[in-house]
């Protein structure tokens, strides 16, 4: 079974480094911040579709305790490859299907992680799976893509050629056709990802969330730049105080 970006995943970082430049560098460093500022080093964090390590790598840098989950295993490849000191916890796991007995002070899905579940389903099992990591009183850092973010994308520079597809399939689905030509600088090679994702609502986001037991806390948004995203923050719910799951 294929995830998504396990075609890419030799490059990927390359890519998106090439593509965004520093903005790209600006939002993790600033995202890194942010959880300083909410908790102090060595609490532990769980990052679902923690990819290459955009996040994993500089918080385990920074003291913190890093599980990193991610359905991609050639991405987790390019992970453990990166973390030489070996202190994050990889697991290859889709987020709505995680189950561990571990408890975290915090769970990241960050940088679109919630493109990826497909079905309100995948999207209740994904919230239920953050709950259950967490500890009482854990909190959720999660951005919610804006629709404008679906679009078509091309990118022609000396060094990369990067064209990103978004072809409706209706409702709230895409198929996501990204194709990635390097340069002789970058060493060269054209390489080709497909896979579906779906735009959710930050109300669907939100209410799915509340059925989990867990509730806004804080908007982030502000800190985090014009990145086409909702940043939000949520807490656990006590259990008395949970919105009943229709």
Not at 83 to 102: F, K, N, P, R, V
Request: glycine share 8%.
């Amino acid at each position: 079974m294929t995830h998504p970006h396990d075609a890419l995943a030799p490059v990927y970082d390359l890519v998106y480094q090439e593509d965004f430049g520093e903005f790209y560098n600006w939002l993790t460093d600033t995202t890194v911040d942010v959880i300083r500022d909410l908790l102090p080093a060595g609490a532990a964090i769980i990052e679902f579709g923690a990819g290459t390590g955009r996040m994993a790598l500089p918080l385990a840098e920074a003291g913190y305790r890093v599980t990193a989950v991610e359905p991609s295993e050639p991405m987790l490849a390019q992970l453990r490859q990166s973390d030489t000191s070996a202190d994050i916890e990889c697991i290859q796991s889709t987020l709505q299907d995680y189950s561990g007995d571990a408890r975290h002070d915090l769970a990241l899905c960050v940088f679109t992680v919630v493109i990826y579940l497909l079905t309100p389903q995948d999207l209740h099992a994904a919230m239920h799976s953050v709950r259950r990591s967490l500890k009482p009183g854990g909190l959720l850092l999660i951005d919610v893509p804006s629709r404008e973010l679906f679009h078509n994308r091309r990118v022609r520079k000396r060094r990369l050629q990067r064209t990103v597809a978004m072809k409706s399939l209706g409702g709230d689905l895409f198929a996501y056709t990204e194709k990635v030509v390097l340069g002789e600088a970058l060493g060269g090679g054209s390489y080709v990802d497909r896979f579906t994702v779906r735009c959710w609502s930050r109300e669907q986001v939100l209410q799915a969330a509340a059925e989990a037991g867990l509730q806004l806390r804080q908007e982030l948004s502000p800190q985090l730049g014009d990145s086409g995203s909702d940043y939000l923050l949520l807490s656990c719910v006590p259990a008395a105080t949970q919105t009943p799951s229709a």
